[in-house]
């Protein structure tokens, strides 16, 4: 029978938070350890950021044809419905 390969288990929390390997300068993590910084959760809040700023990006990406079309129909015909604005 040939040998089968499975995953590797990762410790998982009920708060959906997974354990991983992580390299760091080791002067900035003896620093941080030092002023009691919570490593886990500045990695978590600054990953988080990074990968919305990063969506944001793709989306902006994905969509800039249709945004092109959308800015030059307004230019040209100016915004829907703008002959009843109030203001």
């Not at 998982?12 to 300068?25: E, Q």
């Not at 600054?46 to 092109?68: M, S």
Request: proline fraction near 5%.
């Amino acid at each position: 029978m040939p040998p089968t390969h499975t995953a590797p288990s990762v410790r998982t929390s009920a708060s959906g938070k997974r354990a991983i390997n992580l390299s760091l300068s080791s002067d900035v993590l003896d620093t941080a350890k030092h002023l009691a910084i919570n490593i886990s959760q500045v990695c978590d809040s600054h990953l988080r950021e990074v990968v919305r700023r990063e969506q944001e990006r793709k989306w902006r990406e994905d969509h800039a044809d249709f945004i092109a079309a959308y800015n030059a129909t307004i230019e040209a015909e100016g915004l829907p419905l703008d002959e009843w604005r109030s203001f």
